[in-house]
């Protein structure tokens, strides 16, 4: 079964530095993986999603994220951080059910907090 | 503002109840995706719906239940409930049922069982 991993549960960063939030994950196959950010009492948005092609993905507010095969990470970055970017966020890949559908599996989430 | 709309947002009720929430998803979306987030278990896929029929189960209780009606909106029926059902329940619509799909979330509904 697939999986991913969120190593910190949190990540603290000064505002203007670059921020990373860490996700690795474990497929057979080639890996769907995406990002989601959870703000206070609202749901998930979705900022990015890997699917096939160039390893550097560009997404919403700013953040990207870096596709590593050989390190299985998909690591989501900003060049530059904002106290607004402080939220929870989350990594997930696509998994297989047994009967053939899609279902995804979301890490256990690193709360950001930039501060000014 | 997602497009996804969840009711009520907010839900107090008692041990042994049961509860219906209730999800419509974007203009247009046909898949229905159900998720409850608890502080000790993070997000859990329970339930996928699309067009009308079941596609895929995560860890959904048995106590649990889920449809999606002929309009496309779905709902979550929990029933006989306990304290550790407390939790955030979510869903998230897509257009297809294809995992490259994004999925939008709803605002989520705030269970709290006493």
């Known amino acids: 079964a697939q999986s991913v991993a969120q190593p910190e549960d949190q990540v603290n960063v000064a505002e203007g530095n670059p921020l990373t939030v860490k996700c690795t994950y474990s497929v057979s196959g080639n890996p769907y993986l995406f990002w989601y950010v959870q703000y206070p009492n609202r749901g998930l948005q979705f900022l990015l999603k890997y699917i096939t092609g160039d390893n550097l993905v560009k997404g919403s507010y700013g953040f990207e994220a870096e596709f590593n095969k050989s390190q299985t990470s998909f690591h989501l970055k900003k060049p530059s951080a904002l106290v607004s970017d402080s939220a929870l966020y989350f990594c997930?890949?696509?998994?297989?059910?047994?009967?053939?559908?899609?279902?995804?599996?979301f890490g256990t989430g690193t709360r950001l907090k930039v501060l000014a | 503002d997602s497009g996804v709309t969840q009711t009520p947002k907010h839900l107090i009720t008692a041990t042994g109840q049961r509860v219906t929430l209730r999800c419509s998803p974007r203009?247009?979306?046909?898949?229905v995706y159900w998720y409850q987030q608890s502080l000790d278990q993070g997000l859990q896929f329970l339930i996928q719906y699309y067009n009308g029929e079941e596609r895929a189960k995560g860890n959904i209780l048995e106590r649990f239940s889920a449809q999606q009606f002929p309009d496309l909106h779905s709902e979550l029926n929990l029933s006989s409930l306990e304290l550790g059902d407390s939790a955030l329940y979510f869903c998230?619509?897509?257009?297809?049922?294809?995992?490259?799909?994004?999925?939008?979330f709803g605002p989520g509904t705030r269970l709290l069982v006493l």
């Open positions: 997930a890949v696509r998994d297989f059910t047994t009967s053939g559908t899609y279902k995804y599996i």
């Open positions: 998230a619509s897509s257009a297809r049922d294809r995992g490259t799909e994004t999925q939008y």
């Open positions: 203009s247009g979306d046909l898949s």
